[in-house]
């Protein structure tokens, strides 16, 4: 016997049916917005978002790439802390990197000069020798521990100068603002690579800096389970920025947004973690005799400890050790054992991570002159239990192949 559907069930209307939230339902999270289309009451509204929308106007949307009620609640959040009491506006991008990226495309045009310190995230410099240079862009590496010096670099085209304070693995801290004195005084645009510091520690803006990126990936998570950069800008360089975001349509999902403001909650307290784990963990290796140095800028040792002391108001839980000499096989048996340190890239989430840096090509400026580097991420693990891992990989260390 077949069996036969009805038709003309009045409970078929799949479309129709739940999509009535019913009475105002207030909660202590906001929703997740998830949308791609989004709808208007008639074609005069429906008109003038989308005008809106064009013009980059705050929390306008006639479609939700420009943005959801979930992402526009982020990215108001990330400019007023990042950025407030400056009047900013912030474009969320999919990750870190592809902040740093649009950035640089959205400000620099054939024919430009950019100025990008030595140290700063890997990636960054390899999008400026790959495709900003094939799209007639030239740059010019500094010293990552420069100040005023900057000056001399500067060329008649020279449009950018591109900043990371401290920079990745090895740590120097430029003067910042002196160098976006200098740079305002000649009409040239500054950007900030804010990850390490993150706007409870560090305020690019009071610095003098025009825009800052910042991987929400890391501190701002703080959970190791979502990608997520921001750009954030002074309003008025907020057109160019949102044209350049809009065009190539660059967006991110309600859900990982969620996520971000999620962990954004509790950034203050694990960042006052995550200093004092790191500072313990930085002392104790101060003390190693394998150890030739500690990079870290709230150690008086530091060269730009003074510079750390104006600018920042605390230090993050990343740092690198220098060893006096190690092999290969000695340096991965110091990463390799261990119990509570976990090995990966990225950082900034609660877990704690050692990693052996590896800075091939990744210094033109000045080449690397020290021994082997180790990078730490000091998560929100006992410190104690930390300390005994790093004691467990210096023993390692010795009993490996020199
Ligand atoms: C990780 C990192 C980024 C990139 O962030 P992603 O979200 O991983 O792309 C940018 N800058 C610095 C300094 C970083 O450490």
Same mark, same amino acid.
């Given at each position: 016997m077949t069996q036969s559907f009805p038709q003309d069930h009045k409970n078929q209307d799949l479309v129709s049916i739940a999509r009535d939230a019913g009475k105002p339902y207030e909660s202590v999270n906001l929703p997740i917005w998830r949308a791609s289309s989004v709808l208007f009451t008639n074609v005069a509204d429906m008109r003038a978002e989308v005008a809106a929308t064009a013009a980059g106007e705050r929390r306008a949307a006639n479609y939700a790439t420009a943005g959801t009620p979930t992402t526009f609640a982020l990215a108001d959040a990330v400019a007023e802390l990042e950025a407030g009491p400056h009047p900013a506006r912030t474009a969320l991008l999919p990750s870190g990197l592809s902040a740093i990226a649009t950035v640089l495309q959205a400000f620099l045009s054939p024919g430009d000069h950019l100025l990008m310190g030595d140290s700063v995230y890997g990636p960054a410099r390899l999008f400026a020798q790959g495709m900003l240079a094939r799209f007639g862009i030239?740059?010019?590496? /500094?010293? &990552?521990?420069?100040?005023?010096?900057?000056?001399?670099? @500067?060329? =008649? #085209?020279?449009?950018?100068? /591109?900043?990371?304070? &401290?920079?990745? /693995?090895?740590?120097?801290? &430029?003067?910042? =603002?002196?160098?976006?004195?200098?740079?305002?005084?000649?009409?040239?645009?500054?950007? +900030?690579? #804010?990850?390490?510091?993150? =706007?409870?520690?560090?305020?690019?803006?009071?610095?003098?800096?025009?825009?800052?990126?910042? =991987?929400?990936?890391? /501190?701002?998570?703080?959970?190791?389970?979502? @990608?997520?950069?921001?750009?954030?800008?002074?309003?008025? @360089?907020? &057109?160019? @920025?949102?044209?350049?975001?809009? %065009? %190539?349509?660059?967006?991110?999902?309600?859900?990982?947004?969620?996520? +971000?403001?999620?962990g954004m909650r509790t950034l203050k307290v694990r960042m006052q973690a995550h200093e004092s784990n790191g500072l313990v963990l930085a002392r104790w290796l101060e003390k190693r005799p394998e150890v030739a140095r500690v990079l870290h800028p709230a150690l008086p040792s530091h060269p730009q400890h003074a510079r750390w002391k104006r600018d920042f108001s605390g230090a993050s839980g990343l740092f690198s050790f220098e060893l006096h000499a190690a092999s290969a096989d000695q340096l991965s048996a110091l990463c390799d054992h261990r119990r509570h340190f976990r090995l990966g890239f990225s950082w900034g989430g609660f877990e704690s991570l050692i990693m052996p840096a590896n800075l091939t090509g990744l210094r033109t400026a000045g080449p690397w002159q020290g021994g082997p580097l180790v990078r730490i991420h000091a998560g929100l693990d006992d410190p104690e239990a930390l300390i005994s891992d790093l004691e467990d990989g210096f023993a390692a260390m010795a009993a490996a192949k020199s």
């Open positions: 030239e740059t010019t590496f /500094y010293d &990552p521990a420069i100040g005023a010096g900057i000056g001399d670099l @500067l060329r =008649p #085209n020279t449009r950018m100068i /591109y900043l990371e304070s &401290p920079g990745s /693995y090895t740590f120097e801290i &430029p003067d910042v =603002p002196a160098i976006c004195s200098l740079a305002r005084e000649r009409g040239i645009l500054t950007a +900030i690579d #804010n990850a390490w510091a993150s =706007p409870v520690l560090a305020r690019p803006f009071d610095w003098g800096v025009d825009i800052s990126v910042l =991987p929400l990936t890391k /501190y701002w998570s703080g959970h190791a389970d979502v @990608l997520m950069g921001a750009a954030v800008v002074r309003e008025a @360089l907020w &057109p160019q @920025l949102h044209q350049a975001v809009r %065009q %190539q349509g660059l967006c991110v999902g309600s859900d990982d947004a969620w996520l +971000i403001l999620r």
